[in-house]
């Protein structure tokens, strides 16, 4: 399993902590130290589209217009930390966030 966020993210060490607490093999990623490729970042936008983008944050909001005003890709490109996060991939399928419906789904009963 690959977890997707930012080592400073305390939604994505709460992930990585529960799912290592069940035993789960996870590989963290860190987007800013290591950037996505067009072709990772692709296949997220695919799964997630917009959503990817966190407009919440106050670094969607340091953005220029023109930025803003990008697609989902130059934006996460030029600034990873408005990715939404995290990002898990178990297998072929595809989480965003760390909520209880995806909790329910990878962790056990």
Avoid: H
Wanted: aromatic share 8%.
């Amino acid at each position: 399993m690959m977890i997707y966020g930012l080592s400073t993210c305390s939604v994505c060490q709460k992930a990585r902590k529960a799912l290592e607490a069940v035993r789960k093999d996870v590989e963290f990623r860190d987007v800013r130290a290591d950037p996505l490729s067009e072709e990772e970042l692709a296949v997220m936008i695919a799964e997630f589209g917009d959503r990817l983008v966190d407009r919440t944050s106050n670094d969607y909001r340091a953005l220029s217009a023109w930025l803003k005003a990008s697609e989902a890709e130059a934006q996460i490109a030029a600034q990873p930390k408005v990715m939404a996060r995290p990002v898990l991939q178990d297998g072929e399928d595809w989480y965003l966030g760390w909520d209880d419906t995806v909790q329910k789904a990878l962790l056990p009963a």
